[in-house]
C-alpha cells in the first residue's frame, strides 16, 4: 500500500514545480487551459526506490479577489483529508506570511503528519527564511529547491519512514475493517465521534512508533541494542546509505513496535566533525515519525541545551514523551541524585509536567521493563479520549473550584468543552471572549485534566472558541 502526499502553500511558493519534479513529467500547467479549473492535480510521484501518489494544491493563482483565503483554507482542508501526510511549503526568500500562517495553523490542527519545506532555498538569501519556518511550530524544515533539485535527498529521508510504514501496513489485510456500529451517544444528543472513531479503529494492531532520541553518547546504540538482544526482532535493521534513520520492527515484552534507532546512521555517516548537529537533525526527523518519544538523558549529564531543546520539540510536535536517565549502574548516591533529576525536570521542562522518568542502565539492561510500561501507558494515553458528558461534569467542577476571570468587569463564560482530537489529545471550550481568556486560566484547565483524567506523559492542547 502506497501513501499519499499532499503539496500545501499559498500561491507561487513553487508547489507545481515540485509537484512536476516529483512527477516527472511536465503537466499542463493551469493557465495553459484557460477556462479549466482543477483545483487539485494528482499524480503517481517517486524519489528513488519510493512511489506515492501526489496532491499538488494548484489551481489558486487565478483567484486574486478577497475570496482567495477562503478558497485556499477549503482546499487545504481538503487536502488535508485526502492525503496521509502534507508538504507545506513556503517561499524561503519571502519568508513567513500572515497566509503561511493561516495555513500552518489548519495543518497543526487537522493533519497527523506535516513536513515543512522552505522552498527556493538555494543560495544564502533564504537563511533568514528557512529560520523563520521553524516558528511555524511544524518541526524542522527541509531545505528545497524544487526548481533545481536540491534537497531531494532529505525528502526521501523523510518519506522512507513514511513509506516503510504504508507498505508494512498494506500487509494487514483486515485494517480498517468497521468492527462496532456506529451509535448515538445517549450522554448528549449529538452524533457519539468516539463511537464512530472507535469503529474505524484498526483491528490488527499497528506497531508502536518509538524514536529513540538524545545526544551522542547518551546510550542510545546501547539501549537498542540491549533491547534488540533481549527481544525478538520481526524485520530490519533496514540500513539504507540514504536513511538518516534506521527503523526496527521488534515485539518488546509482547508489545510490537517499530524503533527509530537515530544513533545508527550517525555512526555509518563518518562526519566525525558534525557529529553534534547530524544527530540533533536526525532526532528531529525521528520525531516527526514517532508516537512515543524516548528522550535519553545520561545521568552524569542530565538536562543539558541539547537534551531540553530536543524534549521541547518532541512536546511541540505533539508526541507522547518519556524521559530515560541512562547510565543508572554507575550512579551511586541513587535516592539523592533521583530526588535532584526530579526537580531538575520540573524546573527545566515544565511544559512535560508529569511525564514519566524512568531510569535506566542500557548497558546491565535494568530498568527496561518499566521503560517499555512507561511507553505503552505514554502511548494509551496520548490515544486517549474523554466522553464529552465526563468532561463537561468535569468542567462544572473546576470552574466551581476557580472561577473564571473577569476582565473589565465581565466574567467570561465557559459554557461547553469537548475533546476535538487525539494524538496528542485536544480539547475545545466553547466560551464568551475567548481572546481575553488568561494563559493562566488556560493553564488551570490544562494541569486539572492532566490530574483527573491521569493524562501524563503527552502534550495536551486546549482551544478557546468563542460561539459563532
Ligand atoms: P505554485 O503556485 O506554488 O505552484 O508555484 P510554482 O511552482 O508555479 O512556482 C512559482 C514560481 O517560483 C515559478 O516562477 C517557479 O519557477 C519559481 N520557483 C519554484 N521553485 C523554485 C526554486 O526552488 N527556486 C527559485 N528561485 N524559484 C522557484
Ligand atoms: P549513543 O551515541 O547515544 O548511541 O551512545 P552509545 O550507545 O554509543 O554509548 C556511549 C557510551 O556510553 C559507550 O561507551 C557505552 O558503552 C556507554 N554506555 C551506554 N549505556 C550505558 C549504561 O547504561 N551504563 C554505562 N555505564 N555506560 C553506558
Redesign the pocket.
Known amino acids: 500500500m502506497s501513501f499519499t502526499l499532499a503539496i500545501v502553500g499559498r500561491p507561487n511558493v513553487g508547489k507545481s514545480t515540485l509537484f512536476n519534479r516529483l512527477v516527472g513529467k511536465k503537466i499542463a500547467l493551469v493557465d495553459d487551459q484557460p477556462g479549466v479549473t482543477r483545483d487539485l492535480r494528482e499524480g503517481q510521484g517517486r524519489i528513488g526506490d519510493i512511489s506515492f501518489t501526489v496532491i499538488d494544491t494548484a489551481g489558486l493563482e487565478d483567484a486574486t479577489d478577497e475570496s482567495l483565503q477562503g478558497r485556499m483554507r477549503k482546499l487545504t482542508e481538503r487536502a488535508v483529508e485526502m492525503a496521509d501526510v502534507c508538504l507545506f511549503m513556503i517561499d524561503a526568500r519571502v519568508g513567513v506570511t500572515p497566509t503561511d500562517e493561516v495555513l500552518a495553523e489548519i495543518l497543526r490542527k487537522k493533519s497527523a503528519r506535516v513536513l515543512v519545506a522552505a522552498n527556493k532555498s538555494e543560495g544564502r538569501a533564504a537563511d533568514a527564511g528557512v529560520i523563520e519556518a521553524w516558528n511555524l511550530g511544524l518541526g524542522e524544515p527541509l531545505r528545497l529547491s524544487a526548481e533545481h533539485g536540491e534537497g531531494m535527498s532529505e525528502l526521501y529521508s523523510m518519506l522512507m519512514p513514511i513509506s516503510d510504514e504504508f507498505e508494512n501496513r498494506g500487509n494487514d489485510v483486515q485494517e480498517f475493517a468497521p468492527t462496532t456500529d456506529v451509535s448515538v451517544s445517549d450522554e448528549d444528543d449529538t452524533v457519539d465521534l468516539e463511537a464512530e472513531e472507535r469503529a474505524w479503529r484498526p483491528t490488527v494492531q499497528r506497531p508502536l512508533q518509538v524514536a529513540v532520541v ?10 537498542i541494542n540491549k533491547i534488540l538482544g533481549e527481544e525478538r526482532l520481526l524485520t530490519g535493521p533496514e540500513a539504507g546509505i540514504t536513511r538518516d534513520s534506521i527503523s526496527l520492527q521488534i515485539d518488546w515484552d509482547g508489545v510490537p513496535m517499530r524503533v527509530f534507532d537515530t ?1 545508527g546512521m550517525r555512526k555509518k555517516a563518518k562526519v566525525q566533525d558534525k557529529l553534534e548537529s547530524m ?1 540533533v537533525s536526525d532526532g528531529l526527523r525521528a520525531l516527526k515519525f514517532a508516537e512515543v518519544v524516548v528522550v ?1 538523558l545520561d545521568a552524569a549529564i542530565p538536562f543539558e541545551t541539547q537534551d531540553l531543546r530536543i524534549a521541547d520539540l518532541a512536546e511541540r510536535e505533539g508526541r507522547a514523551v518519556v524521559i530515560a536517565v ?5 550512579e551511586d548516591e541513587k535516592q539523592d541524585k533521583l530526588k535532584a533529576l526530579k526537580e531538575d525536570f520540573e524546573r527545566f521542562l515544565p511544559q512535560l509536567r508529569g511525564a514519566p522518568l524512568v531510569t ?5 539492561g535494568r530498568g527496561l521493563d518499566r521503560l517499555q510500561q512507561a511507553i505503552v501507558k505514554a502511548h494509551e494515553t496520548w490515544n486517549r479520549r474523554v466522553s464529552t458528558g465526563q468532561l463537561n461534569r468535569w468542567l462544572t467542577g473546576m470552574l466551581e473550584q476557580h472561577p473564571p476571570p473577569a476582565p473589565a468587569g465581565r466574567r467570561i463564560k465557559l459554557r461547553y468543552m469537548t475533546q476535538a482530537k487525539t494524538r496528542p489529545p485536544g480539547f475545545v471550550v466553547m466560551c464568551s471572549h475567548p481572546d481575553k481568556m488568561p494563559e493562566s486560566y488556560s493553564r488551570y484547565l490544562v494541569n486539572g485534566l492532566r490530574e483527573s483524567f491521569d493524562m501524563h506523559g503527552t502534550p495536551i492542547r486546549l482551544y478557546m472558541r468563542g460561539q459563532g
Open positions: 538524545g545526544r551522542p553518547n547518551a546510550g542510545k546504540s546501547t539501549l544513533a544527530s535519553l541512562n547510565k543508572w549502574d554507575i535506566v542502565s542500557a548497558r546491565t
